[in-house]
């Protein structure tokens, strides 16, 4: 089946550093990429994501790039804010019979100092 | 602009009472509709998805149950809680005719005691 292995947290970072999140998957066909965030008590919201192999997914001056050669979709900012601290989840999505579904990667609890 | 909305933000229920949380979405038609759970440290769990009214998908055997009554709304019920259904609910919607990203709503934090 379907999975996601994102690289364990937590991440502790100083601001204006940059970040990396690996994320690396297996699926059975083509999927979408994705990334959500959650703030500290709130839902999960739409990071970014893409949709196809070298689609690179942008927002809020995160990105993160499709590469099917080696199933990963890794995050990166190059200079984190305090206000980046969340938690970030790696996900995908395939057709499965009558709808599509998510898989998710565990989370990785960033956590920015000032 | 298509939004969604769940309530209670916050529950604390005791063993054995049942549960309701509901979920609404506007601005759309005929969306997919679904519940994950996230427990405390751990990710997200899909429970149940629904592609239109009355038609549920269970992705896991557990304590809950979940209907879908109108077409934009999506219920998760209990009749009686377990202290294992402690967590963090989500309703989620995407529409099918669209492509495949997954909204979320606010949650739920489900306390049972």
């Known amino acids: 089946g379907d999975s996601v292995t994102q690289m364990e947290g937590p991440v502790t970072l100083s601001e204006e550093a940059f970040l990396t999140i690996n994320c690396t998957y297996t699926?059975?066909?083509?999927?979408?990429l994705f990334w959500y965030v959650q703030y500290p008590g709130e839902g999960l919201q739409l990071l970014l994501k893409a949709t196809k192999a070298d689609d690179k997914g942008s927002n809020k001056g995160f990105e993160a790039t499709y590469r099917k050669e080696t199933t990963s979709f890794h995050l990166e900012k190059g200079s984190v804010q305090v206000s980046d601290s969340a938690v970030y989840f790696c996900?995908?999505?395939?057709?499965?019979?009558?709808?599509?579904?998510?898989?998710f990667g565990k989370g990785t609890l960033l956590t920015v100092n000032p | 602009s298509q939004t969604i909305h769940q309530w209670p933000a916050t529950l604390v229920q005791p063993v054995g009472s049942p549960l309701s949380l509901e979920c609404t979405v506007e601005g759309t038609s005929n969306p997919n509709l679904y519940w994950y759970r996230q427990a405390a440290g751990r990710g997200l769990q899909l429970l149940f998805y629904?592609?239109?009214?009355?038609?549920i998908s269970s992705e896991v055997p557990q304590n809950l149950s979940a209907s879908r009554p109108q077409d934009r709304q999506f219920i998760l019920s209990s009749k009686k809680l377990l202290l294992s259904d402690s967590g963090f609910y989500l309703c989620a919607w995407s529409d099918p005719g669209a492509g495949n990203t997954i909204y979320f709503g606010e949650g739920s934090w489900l306390t049972v005691v």
């Open positions: 629904s592609v239109g009214i009355g038609q």
């Open positions: 996900a995908l999505s395939e057709y499965g019979g009558s709808n599509y579904k998510l898989t």
């Open positions: 699926a059975t066909g083509y999927p979408s």
